[in-house]
């Protein structure tokens, strides 16, 4: 999926160094008692800075403390899933690459590692590492990894199937909230929304880390934005930021959804907020929408120069964002060459649906619109009830005169969420009504 849908990778990595869920019957939502409960459970819980501190000394003090390297590198898979910073990720690969130089078979750091690995992109190392320490399936959290990887490539068989598998040896809690993405993808939301209530319910009966039942409070409003729900979507939102107060994630989905409410002041002061904590790309870029739609363009170009400049640098931020910004210079007409370039080389790695939507919009860009038709058509392959998939559909279709699919993918679109992008989604408004008077 996108970098803003219901599974961000880096995430995914994160959830099997956590520890597994417990089943649990959920309810369609969390409510204000009990998120008071958890605040009360979570209150000696160390923060991820902490824990990352208390395993760096404990680690300086034991020359071969391969124990304490994991769980240093765990620790700093904490930071990353509470920031999103790829530094922190880079910090854990190397705490897990220690412990494994001390003790090659020690399999915690292993999976550690792969979970870094597959974070930061590195899909083939991933692979590898993790079916290595699968331990001939005795190892789910491995396993679950391996499934992980296949989803990432968009081998969506090959991931149902390891998640079965992982299922079926006891690890059922450990794949809800990668059944529900497969349930995204395959055009059921409804069932992906029932998957992640009880991922969430689960893991705040094991009193899970604070940070892993924020990440899963940020998916379900997610989820709940992409099928209109607004309500429910700021339900959701608020739920994590009153665990987290200063959650980026949990505050960039508040301002989503003040923005599609049309309450632009407050949803330019909560990006705000969000990008000051954590700068990431889609969320400076909707933050220079929203000043663009304000009329504060001085202001919004500042925000894009910004998308920019993280897109000019080398190394990891390159390889894990470079969807985003792909996506970023298609939608606002930036050198549609370069997105072209980008979504290209991304699909030499993976073909996942949301990576033939990503090039098949920056091919319509750069006014390739034949060639687009193919890779959105491959995009909406498994029926996914995504309103910006069937938008691209839509734009793609009329580029190349077929103006009765072009009408039918956006009336889907704004059906599925009529508040789906501030600009895309007037944009498929605009267009649609043009279409209908024709």
């Known amino acids: 999926m996108s970098s803003r849908q219901l599974v961000l990778l880096p995430l995914i990595a994160v959830t099997i160094i956590a520890g597994s869920y417990f089943v649990a019957h959920a309810r ?3 409510t204000t008692d009990a998120v008071d409960r958890l605040l009360f459970e979570l209150a000696d819980q160390p923060s991820p800075a902490n824990a990352v501190a208390t395993w760096s000394g404990r680690a ?9 390297l994991t769980n240093l590198g765990n620790a700093h898979m904490r930071v990353a899933r509470a920031t999103g ?6 910090r854990a690969e190397e705490a897990y690459r220690r412990a494994l130089a001390m003790r090659p078979d020690y399999y915690p750091a292993g999976t550690g590692l792969a979970a870094t690995l597959l974070a930061l992109h590195e899909f083939d190392a991933a692979l590898h590492l993790a079916e290595t320490f699968t331990l001939d399936g005795r190892n789910p959290a491995a396993l679950a990894l391996v499934g992980d990887v296949y989803l990432a490539l968009g081998d969506y ?29 395959h055009g059921d939301p409804q069932e992906a929304l029932s998957l992640l209530r009880q991922a969430t319910a689960s893991a705040d009966a094991a009193g899970d880390y604070r940070e892993n039942l924020v990440w899963l409070r940020c998916q379900l409003g997610d989820l709940e934005f992409r099928t209109g729900d607004l309500d429910a979507a700021e339900h959701a939102f608020r739920q994590a930021l009153k665990l987290a107060p200063t959650d980026h994630i949990a505050l960039a ?11 632009l002041a407050d949803a330019r002061a909560l990006y705000e907020q969000s990008v000051a904590i954590v700068p990431l790309p889609d ?14 363009t001085a202001a919004a170009q500042q925000y894009y120069d910004t998308v920019l400049f993280i897109g000019s640098l080398d190394g990891e931020s390159e390889q894990v964002y470079n969807r985003q910004l792909a996506l970023f210079l298609a939608n606002h007409g930036i050198d549609p ?8 080389r991304e699909h030499q790695l993976r073909a996942d649906v949301y990576g033939d939507d990503a090039l098949a919009w920056a091919l319509y860009a750069a006014g390739d619109a034949e060639r687009a038709m193919s890779y959105i058509e491959s995009a909406l392959r498994l029926g996914t009830r995504d309103a910006l998939l069937h938008y691209h559909a839509g734009m793609i279709a009329l580029a190349v ?15 599925i969420n009529p508040h789906f992008d501030l600009v895309q989604a007037r944009i498929a408004r605009e267009t649609l009504a043009e279409l209908e008077s024709r």
Do not use: C, K
């Not at 300086?60 to 304490?68: K, L, R, S, T």
């Not at 068989?157 to 349930?183: F, N, P």
């Not at 989503?256 to 309450?263: I, K, L, N, P, Q």
């Not at 969320?283 to 504060?296: I, Y």
């Open 28 to 30: 369609s939502r969390t």
């Open 60 to 68: 300086a003090a034991n020359p071969n403390g391969f124990i304490e």
């Open 85 to 90: 910073d790829i530094s922190a990720y880079q």
């Open 157 to 185: 068989s090959s991931a149902e199937a390891i998640y079965a598998q992982v299922a079926e040896s006891g690890g059922e809690e450990m794949v809800l909230t990668r059944r529900a993405q497969l349930a995204w993808l």
């Open 253 to 263: 989905g508040l301002a989503r959804v003040a923005a599609a409410r049309g309450e």
């Open 283 to 296: 969320t400076l870029a909707q933050l220079g929408d929203v000043a663009s739609a304000q009329g504060d």
């Open 337 to 344: 060459d370069r997105a072209v370039d980008l979504t290209e």
């Open 401 to 415: 005169g077929r103006f009765s699919d072009a009408s039918a993918h956006l009336t889907t679109a704004l059906d």
